[in-house]
Each structure stands twice: as C-alpha cells, then as structure tokens.
C-alpha cells in the first residue's frame, strides 16, 4: 500500500523558512517523480512544485526562488524548502506522487501537513 | 500559464441523475494532458481520470472523461451518494501545471 506522510508544518512569521518532509513507503521512491501541492483553507489547489527522477526540479513563479524541491532516494523521502514565506503561502500542503507514464496526474496523495504564516 | 475554468461553480442533483462538469482551458493543453481528481470535506484529493479519458485504478466506470484541445468533460453517468463532493481539473501538458478552481457538486 502505496503511503505518504508530510511532516514539519507549523506557524512561522513573514520572512521566516520552514522546511517540510514527506516520507514514502509502499514503493519504488526513486522512480517516481514527485510533486508538493498546496490549498488554503476554503480554496483550490495549487501546483508548488515537481522533482523527477534525475533531480529535474520545477517551479511555478509564485514559489520559485523561494522554495526548493528535492529527494533523498536512500531514505524514501521528499523535501521542500520554503524560505521567505508570506501570508499567502498560508495553507495545508500536500505530497503527491506522480503516475508513471503520465508523471505530472498525481495518483496518491499524503494527508497533507498544515503552514501557517502570520505575525 | 494555462487558466482552467470550470462550470458550474456548483451543480446541485439528485442521486440517480447524470453530472456533466466543463473544464475549459485559455489555450490547448498539450497531448491531452488533463486530469480530473475528486476531493471531499477533510480528505485530499484523488485521482479519477487522467489523460484526460483514463480512468485511474479502482474508479468505478461511471465516470469517464472527454475531449481535446481547449474543452473538457467529466461525466458521472448516475450518482452515488459517495459521488458528492469538490471537483478539479489540472492540465499537467505545460509548466506550470494548473488547477481549475473546482465544482461543487451537490445534493438537490
């Protein structure tokens, strides 16, 4: 059973860093692209970011410069490191793995861990 | 980037009753690369079709996705009670990948 835990939300004030985690389970991690999607409350989804198997990273211009994406295959685990965060990056963010041979459809999905930017 | 906008913003039926939901995009999504997910109250979202005609696995055949270029369709032939929910399209053919802003789908 394919399994996807984030870990390491919290409140952070503007300008702060966080850094999430994801730990996969259930799966060949390293064959998988993978991808960090984030929802407000109340809102729609919005894509944050994608990391593919050869470390291809990418960003939508919202995060980019901002947050960084990457994978640690040995530990079956996704990171994202989001620094200069905003009020508007307040939200409940997801990790997804993407399915193989339409790699950006996301087929599982983690229960999501909750951020929160504010003074 | 590619906006997607779905219609209706809520459509309200009853169980037994077939949903149509519009997907629309502001340009072509490259090789049909749209994917419509289901998420309700609490939950996170799941994948339901992608490719925009492939049903992912384990999704009952009463939904199916349609079409091409800048129109999309997600049908529910008849309702299930278990069927009411937010609806999302994403166009993964271009970065950066995008989200319709969903469809309430309700019960009359």
């Known amino acids: 059973e394919v399994q996807l835990v984030e870990s390491g939300g919290g409140l952070v004030q503007p300008g702060g860093s966080l850094r999430l985690s994801c730990a996969a389970s259930g799966f060949t991690f390293s064959s998988y692209d993978m991808h960090w999607v984030r929802q407000a409350t109340g809102k729609g989804l919005e894509w944050v970011s994608a990391i593919g198997t050869a470390g291809d990273t990418h960003y939508p211009g919202s995060v980019k410069g901002r947050f960084t994406i990457s994978r640690e295959n040995a530990r079956n685990s996704l990171y994202l490191q989001m620094d200069s965060l905003r009020a508007g990056d307040t939200a409940v963010y997801y990790c997804?793995?993407?399915?193989?041979?339409?790699?950006?459809?996301?087929?599982?999905w983690g229960q999501g861990t909750l951020v929160t930017v504010s003074s | 980037e590619i906006v997607l906008t779905q219609s209706p913003g809520t459509l309200s039926l009853s169980p037994g009753e077939r949903a149509t939901l519009s997907c629309r995009a502001s340009q072509s999504v490259s090789g049909s690369y749209l994917a419509w997910y289901q998420q309700k109250p609490g939950q996170a979202p799941r994948l339901l079709i992608y490719?925009?005609?492939s049903r992912a696995t384990g999704i009952p055949d009463r939904f199916s996705g349609s079409g091409s270029g800048t129109d999309f369709t997600l049908t529910i032939s008849r309702l299930e009670p278990e069927d009411f929910a937010v609806y999302y399209c994403?166009?993964?053919?271009?970065?950066?990948?995008?989200f319709g802003q969903g469809t309430r789908l309700e019960i009359k």
């Open positions: 490719a925009a005609s």
């Open positions: 994403q166009q993964y053919g271009s970065s950066p990948s995008t």
């Open positions: 997804a793995r993407g399915r193989r041979g339409s790699s950006w459809a996301l087929d599982d």
